[in-house]
């Protein structure tokens, strides 16, 4: 399993995703003054997910329900998921 930060260090990872992810890792009172409104959705197994967030384990996790905001249905190495973009 590759870690989502080893993704963030990888040049040929997608630009969009790994601003995303980026975003998504920094410290708790940043996301609270400048929260992130993007959305991310990606590709798994063949089916369209929105990623909601990643660990400090490094795996991402992912939603079917592309409202939800918190909460998650799968926690996934961030290499199985490809198709990335802002819209489902």
């Given at each position: 399993?590759?870690?989502?930060?080893?993704?963030?260090?990888?040049?040929?990872s997608?630009?969009?995703?790994?601003?995303?992810?980026?975003?998504f890792?920094?410290?708790?009172?940043?996301?609270?003054?400048?929260?992130?409104?993007?959305?991310?959705?990606?590709?798994?197994?063949?089916?369209?997910?929105?990623?909601?967030?990643?660990?400090?384990?490094?795996?991402?996790?992912?939603?079917?329900?592309?409202?939800?905001?918190?909460?998650?249905?799968?926690?996934?190495?961030?290499?199985?998921?490809?198709?990335?973009?802002p819209?489902?």
């Open positions: 399993m590759r870690h989502v930060d080893d993704f963030l260090d990888d040049p040929t997608d630009p969009y995703a790994a601003q995303w992810l980026e975003l890792r920094r410290p708790a009172i940043d996301k609270m003054r400048a929260p992130n409104k993007e959305k991310l959705f990606a590709t798994y197994e063949g089916r369209r997910y929105r990623v909601i967030g990643c660990s400090q384990l490094g795996d991402v996790w992912l939603t079917a329900d592309f409202a939800r905001e918190n909460g998650y249905d799968k926690r996934v190495d961030v290499d199985t998921l490809s198709e990335w973009s819209t489902p």
